[in-house]
């Protein structure tokens, strides 16, 4: 029995601790070895390495320094103006263009004007506008009305019927260069206007959206549509010459818009050149009758 149990590890294989031939350790025990091994090894090139930085801190790799934002906001103002193309139908049968037939031939617009800067190394596109309308106010007294309605070639067209407050979107395709300075422009108006319609005051702020997922963000401004207003102010200097008598417009409105308008001029830092003419010319014709 002896003898048969020896000869079945083979000649020349003792059995180890374990039972293995050849003192063989288990091959989950030879991998901690070597983990243990390249651990320490490890170990010891990051002391290495981090006694190198401290003696020196020049050779310490630098982090990767944050994108430059592909836009940034220079300047916007209101200051310069646009003559408005627009389309106008009187009753069903007559359509043209208010710049060739006439009507309408000095009607100007403000210009949204917003300066841009690219500081990065890559071009930058404005995908979309995006403007926040916090409010929507009708100035003027009423005037009478007729069959004309016209269709101006706004840029940001608003709806008549909007109440405030709504945003309106307008998509883009507008590339800043790499180190560069751009101007964008917008105008700002109603989708249609008909006879007898007053002139509306808008207050809004602008985002600008890049591709980038960056945003540009312009600050609060009141503008006026001024598409109306040249009538306004003729039927209330009338108005005024007759005493408010055979008149839809009477003094009290024409004080009443006089003050609305004062207020809206007064009440923001950025204004459109229409509203400060049409709240100076109020002003004039309140004037005449203290």
Request: proline share 7%; hydrophobic share 35%.
């Amino acid at each position: 029995m002896t003898g048969n149990q020896n000869s079945s590890r083979g000649p020349g294989s003792p059995a180890g601790a374990d039972g293995l031939p050849g003192g063989e350790r288990p091959f989950l025990q030879r991998s901690q070895v070597v983990i243990a091994v390249v651990g320490g090894a490890v170990g010891i090139f990051a002391g290495i390495l981090g006694l190198v930085f401290l003696l020196r801190p020049d050779s310490q790799p630098k982090p990767k320094p944050d994108p430059v934002p592909g836009g940034e906001l220079v300047d916007f103002d209101l200051e310069r103006e646009e003559e408005i193309q627009a389309d106008w139908t009187v009753g069903e049968d007559v359509t043209g263009d208010s710049i060739d037939s006439g009507v309408m031939k000095d009607w100007k617009a403000s210009l949204v004007t917003v300066i841009l800067r690219n500081s990065g190394d890559n071009p930058a596109l404005v995908s979309q506008a995006e403007f926040r309308f916090s409010s929507v106010t009708e100035v003027g007294c009423p005037y009478g009305a007729g069959g004309t309605e016209v269709k101006a070639r706004y840029d940001v067209k608003v709806p008549r019927e909007a109440k405030a407050p709504f945003k309106q979107v307008r998509k883009m395709k507008y590339t800043l260069p790499p180190h560069e300075q751009e101007r964008v422009a917008f105008t700002v108006g109603p989708e249609s206007v008909s006879s007898g319609s007053l002139p509306q005051v808008y207050t809004f702020t602008i985002t600008l959206h890049l591709d980038d997922k960056t945003r540009i963000e312009i600050p609060e401004m009141t503008y006026m549509d001024p598409s109306s207003s040249e009538a306004v102010l003729q039927s209330a200097e009338q108005a005024m010459k007759n005493g408010g008598e055979y008149s839809v417009a009477t003094l009290a409105c024409l004080r009443e818009q006089e003050r609305k308008a004062r207020e809206l001029v007064e009440g923001s830092k950025n204004t459109s050149a229409e509203l400060k003419r049409f709240r100076a010319e109020l002003t004039r014709l309140v004037g005449l009758f203290p």
